[in-house]
């Protein structure tokens, strides 16, 4: 000891520089991360940011950071250098990867390992680690498939069949489907407004169905149904959800033509007929036109435009027909009735009045015919409306 110094005490009277080199510590590696996002699930690209800090008193270098294989998730880059981590530094990467769909556990590790040089050192040191991964599993349920059948005109009953999947990764626990029918003119029959599913696994389906009566003042029209999903996911924790299919109520416009009156139906000369029309069915007829059209007769107007015609009433239109070519007999005249649905369908039907054409004048029929013609309209209307009634009592 007193040699050296001795010899410290000449360099430092002759001006000789020199260094005393002694480590004074080792580097310390210590690895953080985070995930984003946080919660993972099967098939979802992450970001993996590392932090790697030196809480050691050494420097470390030809720092190299290595992921090794895994069977769960695929990295788009493993590997990742750096030249030096100080005493006290830092440094902080992202690694992507994707988590496969195959994944049937809810925990995994990444593992890893750090490559280093210390201070001065030419060896190389290695520690190595493991990052977990947390996955939620998450169950999604969704509508596959709605389907509605039955009589679906008001007053009837409509059978309601909805196909339930789970599409997530997760199992939904005591899963429950039940409608809101608050606000629409549906009311549960045998079934009940509300129906316990159970568990649906991931990829699997149950189909769900609810017998419903139509009320009968329901307008022809869709009507949107809530339906409310509620279950439990494998964390017990209880979720809901709300979506809406679409129920549509139908029914159609059907006519009823009666010969109100005519007159002058006579060869040669120019006949007149008047017409009632009469929609006798469950929605209005929109745009409605009416074309007649005979290979004997000559109308002489060949359409009529009525517009509106709503259920339980009825027009009367007046034709008029050259017949100064026409023998007497009597003759089909064909009647086309063209309108739009509520639906806004374009629709066409077709009716077959017969005139009669005679050598002498007919007088024009009295004001009779024409009330009794008005009452069999009723009449038809009325039997009918009551014949469909004691049909969706049956149903």
Known sequence: MKRIVAIMAIALLVGIPFVVSQSTGVPFLSVSYSFSPQEIEPGDKVNLVVTITNKGTEYAR??????????????????????????????????????????????????????????????????????????????????????????????GNVELKLT???????????????????????????????????????????????NLSIDESADVSVYQVPVTITYEDELNNEKTKTSYVGIKVSGDAEF??????????????????????????????????????????????????????????????????????????????????????????QKIVEKTVNLKVGLQNVTRTNGKWSWIIVAMVLVVIYFKKKSIKKLFRKG
């Open 164 to 210: 339930l999947t789970n599409k997530g990764s997760g199992t939904a626990k005591h899963t429950i489907v039940s409608l809101d029918l608050t606000n629409v003119p549906f009311a549960p029959l045998s079934t009940g407004s509300e129906l316990v599913v159970g568990d649906l696994q991931p990829s699997e389906s149950k189909v769900v169905t609810f």
């Open 256 to 345: 009823f033509i009666g010969i109100e009156e005519t007159s002058n139906m006579i060869t040669g000369g120019i006949g007149e007929v008047s017409l009632t029309i009469a929609n006798v069915g469950e929605t209005p007829a929109k745009y409605l036109t009416v074309y007649v059209n005979s290979s004997r007769l000559r109308p002489i107007y060949t359409s009529y435009y009525i517009g509106t015609l709503d259920p339980d009433d009825y027009e009367t239109i007046d034709l008029r027909f050259d017949l100064s070519a026409v023998t007497p007999g009597v003759y089909p005249v064909k009647i086309f009735l063209e309108y739009k649905d509520p639906y806004n369908n």
């Open 62 to 155: 030809d720092v190299k950071f290595d992921l090794l294989s895994n069977l769960y998730v695929k990295f788009e880059k493993s590997t990742f250098k750096f030249q030096v981590i100080g005493p006290g530094d830092s440094v902080q990467f992202s690694v992507p990867f994707k988590v496969l769909t195959s994944v049937d556990t809810s925990v995994f590790t990444i593992f890893y390992e750090i490559d280093y040089k210390s201070g001065t050192s030419e060896s190389t040191q290695t520690i190595a680690g493991g990052i977990p991964v947390q996955l939620k599993k998450q169950a999604t349920l969704e509508i596959t498939s709605i389907e509605s059948k039955g009589d679906l005109r008001p007053g």
